[in-house]
């Protein structure tokens, strides 16, 4: 079975840039998280998708963040502009049940420095 | 609100020893789960362990075994003859009440040396 698929692994832009990130869930896992790890820090959720619908993104900034899930598959995560602050991984995990009480499955990440 | 203590930031440990990491959590809910994840170098976070708080039984699984204590508010982790390829940040999280999301520990990264 494949994992979490993410991409880039890699990004490095300057600071006001925009960025965006993409992620393909396990199959048939309805839904989907998108978090934030700053170094030396766990990971902290920023949106969790059920479906295409918004669950919760109460920890999104949303003056600079977007995420989407249109056809309830994959999820594109977005920030424009950038800011220094916003240099971390992302993470995207994917579950079978919409339930914090089950595990997740968790991509690679992509890292992101801001210059 | 719900947290999560790490409080070894490091530890080293040399190969065939035995390491505990520690965990304590801070939640009023009485319904809540607490997690173990893996980080290796690679980046994802790979599930270890889930346990409820109304099951206070020790897991063991092959090395690893958890020790679940409600009263200490604690959920340590022990691998027993630590190899190199369990060098990794371990992470401790918990869901609780009717927000239920995971929150996790700052991490502690554990380096086995041969």
């Known amino acids: 079975e494949a994992g979490v698929a993410q991409s880039p692994r890699y990004k490095i832009i300057e600071k006001r840039q925009s960025v965006a990130f993409w992620c393909n869930p396990i199959?048939?896992?309805?839904?989907l998280y998108w978090y934030q790890q700053i170094l030396g820090q766990g990971p902290k959720l920023l949106i969790q998708?059920?479906?295409?619908?918004?669950?919760?993104d109460s920890q999104l900034p949303k003056d600079r963040f977007s995420a989407e899930r249109l056809k309830g598959v994959d999820s594109t995560l977005k920030i424009q502009p950038a800011k220094l602050e916003d240099s971390a991984v992302y993470l995207c995990?994917?579950?079978?049940?919409?339930?914090?009480?089950?595990?997740?499955?968790f991509g690679p990440g992509t890292r992101l420095t801001v210059t | 609100a719900q947290k999560v203590t790490q409080a070894q930031t490091e530890i080293s440990v040399v190969e065939k020893e035995d390491v505990t990491l520690d965990c304590v959590y801070e939640?009023?809910?009485?319904?809540?789960?607490l997690f173990w994840y893996k980080q290796p170098p690679s980046g994802e976070l790979v599930f270890l362990i889930r346990?409820?708080?109304?099951?206070?039984q020790n897991e063991i699984s092959g090395r690893y075994s958890w020790n679940f204590q409600k009263s200490t508010s604690s959920f340590n982790f022990t691998i027993t003859a630590s190899q190199v390829v369990d060098s990794a940040v371990y992470f401790c999280?918990?869901?609780?009440?009717?927000?239920?999301?995971?929150?996790f520990g700052a991490g502690t990264i554990l380096r086995v040396k041969s």
């Open positions: 998708f059920q479906n295409n619908g918004v669950v919760d």
């Open positions: 199959s048939g896992h309805a839904t």
């Open positions: 999280a918990l869901s609780a009440g009717a927000e239920g999301k995971l929150v």
């Open positions: 939640t009023r809910d009485t319904t809540y789960y």
């Open positions: 995990a994917s579950s079978l049940v919409a339930s914090f009480s089950y595990e997740q499955y």
């Open positions: 346990r409820n708080s109304f099951d206070e």
